[in-house]
Nanobody
């Protein structure tokens, strides 16, 4: 129904500035909020940043001023520009899309998740 494919993770040195991308595809009618979550080893998944279709963004306090979320509605793609990375940013980063999908006979809301991309920050 909806597939989210993330890219851009990997091993990064502290202070680095990688960019994550997440492209949504499938029987998408519309996507409202798209976001990035992360889960560090032994911790719960947490919201990193989210952005509405209108461009309103929200950030976790721990990343404010360092991370920037953006999206291309025409491409159903969301980005996360991460700057000044710290070792504590090490986590699996997951993309999320609050979407409406076309089942053929009706539309259905769907909270879609990507498979996750690992970001490891070395000190």
């Amino acid at each position: 129904q909806v597939q989210l494919v993330e890219s851009g993770g990997g091993l990064v040195q502290a202070g680095g500035s990688p960019r994550l991308s997440c492209a949504a595809s499938g029987s998408i009618v519309s996507i409202n909020t798209m976001g990035w979550y992360r889960q560090a080893p032994g911790k719960q998944r947490e919201l990193v940043a989210s952005i509405t279709s209108g461009g309103s963004a929200n950030y976790a306090d721990s990343v404010k001023g360092r991370f920037t979320i953006s999206r291309d509605n025409a491409k159903n793609t969301v980005y996360l520009q991460m700057n000044s990375l710290k070792p504590e940013d090490t986590a699996v980063y997951y993309c999320n899309a609050d979407s409406i999908v076309d089942l053929g006979y009706r539309h259905k809301p769907l909270d879609a998740w990507g498979q996750g991309t690992l970001v490891t920050v070395s000190s």
